[in-house]
T-cell receptor
Framework: NAGVTQTPKFQVLKTGQSMTLQCAQD?????MSWYRQDPGMGLRLIHY???????DQGEVPNGYNVSRSTTEDFPLRLLSAAPSQTSVYFC?????????????FGAGSRLTVL | AQKITQTQPGMFVQEKEAVTLDCTYD???????LFWYKQPSSGEMIFLIY??????QNATEGRYSLNFQKARKSANLVISASQLGDSAMYFC???????????????FGAGTRLTVKP
C-alpha cells in the first residue's frame, strides 16, 4: 500500500523555468492538497481539490497551478519559477466531507530555485 | 478565517519527564477537528492525535494526550515520559466542518521544535 507518492524528491531549477511536482495516492481519497513548508511558517496551503474536476485556492496560490483529472493524481505546476518558491512541498490526501478526516502526507519534495 | 497559533518556537524537556506543547486556535465554526502531527528530522509528517469539537473527553493515544479547553480555544499536546525519539517538530492543525461539507481544508500552526535531553 503506497499511500501518497510524490516525485521528484529533490529538484533544482533556474529562475523562469517551469516544472511539475507529481502527486499520486492509491487510497481512493477524494480530497487532495498541496502545502509548502518554510522555516518558521509551518505548512501553508497552496491548492486543494475535493474531487476530479474540482480545485480551489488555499492561502498562497500565486505562482502555482493545479488540475485534477483523476481521483488518484493531483499535480502542482510552477509555470515560471522564482527564488521565493524555494521550499519543501508536501502533497496530502484524505477522505472528503468531514473535518474529522486525517490527512495522509507524502514524503515531501525539496525545490530550490536559483 | 481559521487561525492556529503555536507560541513556543522551541522547547526542551528532560528524558522521562512530561512536556506540554501549546496550541490555540480561532474559528467561528462550532464544528471542527484538531490534529497534532510530528515531523522528525527525516521530514515526514506523522499523525499523532485527533480531537473533535464535540468530543466530551480529551483524546489520548498512548503517551500522547490532548488537553482540550474549548472555551479558551486551546488544544495543547501533552507527551508523557519523553523519549529521545520524541525530538522533532510538532504541528497543531485544524479542520473546520465535521458534518458533510466539502470545504474541509486543514490549516497548520508554525510548529514547536521539541528537544529531549538525555
Amino acid at each position: 500500500n503506497a499511500g501518497v507518492t510524490q516525485t521528484p524528491k529533490f529538484q533544482v531549477l533556474k529562475t523562469g523555468q517551469s516544472m511539475t511536482l507529481q502527486c499520486a495516492q492509491d487510497m481512493n481519497h477524494e480530497y487532495m492538497s498541496w502545502y509548502r513548508q518554510d522555516p518558521g511558517m509551518g505548512l501553508r496551503l497552496i491548492h486543494y481539490s475535493v474531487g476530479a474536476g474540482i480545485t480551489d485556492q488555499g492561502e498562497v496560490p500565486n505562482g502555482y497551478n493545479v488540475s485534477r483529472s483523476t481521483t488518484e493524481d493531483f499535480p502542482l505546476r510552477l509555470l515560471s519559477a522564482a527564488p521565493s518558491q524555494t521550499s519543501v512541498y508536501f502533497c496530502a490526501s484524505s477522505l472528503a466531507g468531514s473535518g474529522a478526516n486525517v490527512l495522509t502526507f507524502g514524503a515531501g519534495s525539496r525545490l530550490t530555485v536559483l | 478565517a481559521q487561525k492556529i497559533t503555536q507560541t513556543q518556537p522551541g522547547m526542551f524537556v528532560q528524558e522521562k519527564e512530561a512536556v506540554t506543547l501549546d496550541c490555540t486556535y480561532d474559528t467561528s465554526d462550532p464544528s471542527y477537528g484538531l490534529f497534532w502531527y510530528k515531523q522528525p528530522s527525516s521530514g515526514e509528517m506523522i499523525f499523532l492525535i485527533y480531537q473533535g469539537s464535540y468530543d466530551q473527553q480529551n483524546a489520548t493515544e498512548g503517551r500522547y494526550s490532548l488537553n482540550f479547553q474549548k472555551a479558551r480555544k486551546s488544544a495543547n499536546l501533552v507527551i508523557s515520559a519523553s523519549q529521545l525519539g520524541d525530538s522533532a517538530m510538532y504541528f497543531c492543525a485544524m479542520r473546520e466542518g465535521l458534518l458533510w461539507d466539502n470545504n474541509n481544508d486543514m490549516r497548520f500552526g508554525a510548529g514547536t521544535r521539541l528537544t529531549v535531553k538525555p
